[in-house]
């Protein structure tokens, strides 16, 4: 079974640990970083060459949409998900123009994020 490996470009360092410990239940997915700083992101990914990365739209939808685009600049083989709290038709739109593989509300069950990151993964 392949191992899907996942990056959180996430605000909150709270989030991060309760994603962490989510993945850890699975056996089919990991943590392979994390970062609160969207600058730092598409370093990151491109040393770290993630299968996903889940990005925060908390700096607003404008970075999360640059993020989607400087990550596939930085790793072709890596998939991006926008974690949003609120994402207008309009934005859901261009994040998907922009390369963007899924789009996950904050307020989803565990169950329903742990089947979006697998999905976009395989």
Do not use: H, Y
Request: aromatic letters at 4%; charged letters at 20%; a negative charge.
């Amino acid at each position: 079974m392949k191992t899907i490996s996942v990056f959180v470009c996430e605000s909150q360092p709270i989030v991060v640990e309760g994603l962490k410990r989510v993945l850890e239940d699975c056996p089919d997915l990991s943590l392979a970083g994390a970062t609160s700083n969207p600058e730092e992101t598409a370093e990151l990914v491109a040393s770290l060459r993630p299968d996903v990365a889940l990005i925060d739209q908390a700096w607003g939808s404008r970075t999360a949409l640059e993020l989607v685009g400087r990550i596939r600049g930085a790793s072709e083989s890596t998939q991006a998900v926008l974690w949003v709290t609120n994402l207008t038709e309009g934005e859901s739109f261009r994040a998907l123009q922009t390369g963007a593989r899924g789009i996950l509300k904050k307020t989803l069950p565990v169950t329903s994020v742990i089947e979006c990151l697998r999905a976009v993964g395989q």
